[in-house]
C-alpha cells in the first residue's frame, strides 16, 4: 500500500532524525502528538518506510564514515592514539569488538597501547591497514539504493 502525501513528508522527516511529534507537525497533522503515535504504532507501511529510509540512509553514509577514519589511520600528522582510535574502530566495524581485542593483543604482544612506543604504533598502523586491504579485497561490499 502506497504512503500519502502527509504520510510520505513524515517517513522523510522521522529519517532526518526529527522526533514523532515534530515529523508530523512538519509534514501537516492536525494533531500531531496523536498522530505520530498512530503512524508509528498503527501504520505498518509508514514504519516498514521508515527502516527502509534510514536503512539506505547508513548504507549511504557508511562508505563516508569508513572514508574519513582510512584518513585519520593514515595521517601521519595525526597523534597516534587517534589514528590507533581509528583503525580500531574500522576492525570493530568489519570484524567484531572480540575479533578486533585480540587482534590487538597478540600483534602488540599484549603491550597497551599506552605503553608502545612511536615506532610500534607506526607498525601497528601499517598491519592493521594491511589487514584493512585483506578484508576489503576478500569481501567488498555494494550499496544498492534500489533494493527492497
Same mark, same amino acid.
Given at each position: 500500500m502506497s &504512503?500519502?502525501?502527509?504520510?510520505?513528508?513524515?517517513?522523510? /522527516?522521522?529519517?532526518?532524525?526529527? $522526533?514523532?511529534?515534530?515529523? #508530523?507537525? &512538519?509534514?501537516?497533522?492536525?494533531?500531531?502528538?496523536?498522530? /505520530?503515535?498512530?503512524?508509528?504504532? $498503527?501504520?505498518?507501511?509508514? #514504519?516498514?518506510?521508515i527502516r527502509k529510509g534510514l536503512a539506505l540512509r547508513l548504507h549511504t553514509a557508511a562508505p563516508d564514515a569508513l572514508g574519513v577514519l582510512e584518513d585519520i589511520m593514515r595521517d601521519t600528522a595525526a597523534p597516534a592514539p587517534a589514528r590507533i582510535r581509528a583503525a580500531c574502530h574500522i576492525l570493530d566495524r568489519c570484524l567484531g569488538p572480540a575479533t578486533a581485542q585480540?587482534?590487538?593483543?597478540?600483534?602488540?604482544?599484549?603491550?597497551?597501547?599506552?605503553?608502545?612506543?612511536?615506532?610500534?604504533?607506526e607498525a601497528y598502523i601499517r598491519h592493521m591497514d594491511e589487514k584493512i586491504k585483506t578484508l576489503k579485497s576478500a569481501a567488498p561490499f555494494e550499496i544498492n539504493a534500489n533494493s527492497d
Open positions: &504512503l500519502t502525501d502527509k504520510q510520505s513528508a513524515f517517513v522523510d /522527516a522521522k529519517v532526518r532524525g526529527l $522526533s514523532n511529534t515534530e515529523a #508530523a507537525r &512538519l509534514a501537516g497533522f492536525a494533531f500531531p502528538k496523536q498522530e /505520530a503515535s498512530r503512524l508509528m504504532h $498503527s501504520t505498518p507501511n509508514v #514504519a516498514d518506510a585480540q587482534a590487538s593483543s597478540s600483534d602488540c604482544d599484549d603491550k597497551p597501547i599506552g605503553e608502545m612506543s612511536v615506532a610500534e604504533l
